[in-house]
């Protein structure tokens, strides 16, 4: 980072948001899945489908579960997923990404509609 005179602290969640949105804008990419069932009640909206599993000096591994769009080659979303997840956190946060992990939960047949970006997040302000 820059210089700076003190301490700059980023909540987990602005890791994951921005892992998320970064995500959702990969064309071929349907919406984003749970870990497991508990996170459909225990974990919000802002966070489906991205956990932040290690964010060590030396290691930062993140890992995303998500549904893919039909008719996409699978090894190339997944990496440019994984370049735009590294590139977006780089640009915003200066940090970067040791390993980025996709979980593919499944292929969402043909002209099954897309969330809407703003209904992944559910934050008042991308309301008004």
Known sequence: MTQQSGDIIIAPRVLEKII???TAKVDGVHSFANKNMSDSLMKNS???GV?????????????IYLYLEY????????????KTVKTA???YLEMELTVVNLHVAGIVPEKTPKPDLKDLFNEDFLNG
């Open 46 to 48: 802002s966070s489906r």
């Open 89 to 91: 956190v780089r640009n």
């Open 71 to 82: 008719g996409v080659s699978v090894p190339n979303l997944a990496l440019e997923i994984q």
């Open 51 to 63: 956990y932040i599993e290690n964010m060590q000096a030396d290691e930062k591994v993140v890992d």
């Open 20 to 22: 998320a949105i970064a």
